[in-house]
């Protein structure tokens, strides 16, 4: 069997790192995603259901095509049939709440809440209660009492629906609008570190401390390999600045000296991680305990960010804790 070494193209094509296609992939996550999101919000607001008004005290007949929980709202300020009303904020005293069946005249179990509220231009409501109509057809709702006319409201809850809605948008958010940017960088950054390892020399990399094979003074380098860690905390102000900020310094000087090149590969992989960490912890607030992990990430990353340009301002090279290392 022969054997034969690539040719200095294939050599080149080899060195590159990750093919041009992830970055057409990571364009295609974003556009599939945000496209999604728009028609997800879209169904959203449409399937979003409608109530009816009706003063009170009074009665109204409403035809209940999807059964579930509907929810009974005071209106306290609103505008119905062209008249504008101004309630207070508590119902009145002595007002009966019944709900029945118009077909067979039997009574629906009325459980009376109170607490939420919900501002609509200029329409201010607060929920007085939910009954569940579990089955389709007619049904009366009659509030009695000796009070001045108010105007109440009547709408099934789609708490459910919009909940789902609200979570799958926030997933196709952070696959479009976190993750394909971030796949993105990762594949500049390797094929940034390929290009750079094909290009120097062997011998240029027997040592890594400051000074070390670099056309740059001691000082220098230290100075930027400390601002690839402490450049992190830009993160804490602008979006994504804790990657971008280390990536454009480790792009420009990275060439210039091994220490700087270390130091900014180290925080890359750091904050990286740190962004997987965070989106984990995101989607278990759902069970709170993302809660307490986000808050711990926070103080983490904030607390090994200082030791690692600290140690790197000292010559020193630091590695953080903690960190999936996608960038060799």
């Not at 990571?26 to 997800?40: D, H, N, P, Q, Y």
């Not at 039997?106 to 919900?118: D, H, I, K, R």
């Amino acid at each position: 069997m022969i054997f034969s070494l690539p040719s200095t193209d294939q050599r080149s094509v080899v060195s590159a790192g990750p093919s041009k296609a992830w970055y057409v992939l990571a364009l295609l996550v974003f556009l599939l995603s945000t496209a999604g999101i728009a028609v997800e919000m879209y169904g959203i607001v449409q399937s979003f259901p409608k109530g009816t008004q009706f003063l009170v005290p009074g009665s109204v007949t409403i035809s209940v095509d999807k059964p579930g929980t509907y929810g009974l709202w005071d209106e306290l300020s609103t505008f119905f049939e062209n008249k504008s009303y101004q309630s207070s904020d508590e119902l009145p005293g002595g007002a009966v709440i019944r709900v029945r069946d118009a077909r067979s005249g039997s009574e629906v179990f009325f459980s009376p809440s109170s607490g939420a509220t919900e501002t609509i231009g200029n329409v201010k409501r607060r929920l007085i209660g939910d009954v569940v109509l579990d089955r389709s057809g007619s049904y009366i709702i009659e509030v009695s009492g000796d009070f001045p006319q108010r105007v109440f409201y009547v709408r099934r809850s789609a708490a459910k629906e919009v909940f789902s809605g609200i979570a799958l948008v926030a997933l196709l958010g952070v696959a479009g609008w976190i993750i394909a940017p971030v796949l993105a960088i990762i594949v500049l950054v390797r094929r940034s570190a390929a290009r750079s390892r094909a290009a120097a020399p062997v011998e240029g990399r027997a040592s890594t401390g400051p000074g070390a094979s670099s056309t740059m003074g001691a000082k220098e380098e230290r100075t930027y390999a400390m601002f690839c860690h402490l450049g992190a905390l830009s993160g804490f102000v602008v979006p994504f600045g804790n990657i971008i900020v280390p990536l454009v310094l480790w792009l420009i000087k990275k060439d210039s000296s091994p220490f700087i090149d270390l130091n900014g590969r180290e925080s890359l992989n750091f904050q990286i991680s740190m962004l997987i960490y965070s989106l984990i912890s995101a989607v278990l607030i759902l069970i709170v305990i993302g809660i307490f992990l986000l808050a711990l990430l926070w103080i983490f990353n904030l607390v090994v960010v200082i030791i690692a340009g600290v140690r790197a301002e000292s010559g020193e090279q630091f590695r953080y804790p903690l960190t999936i290392r996608f960038i060799k």
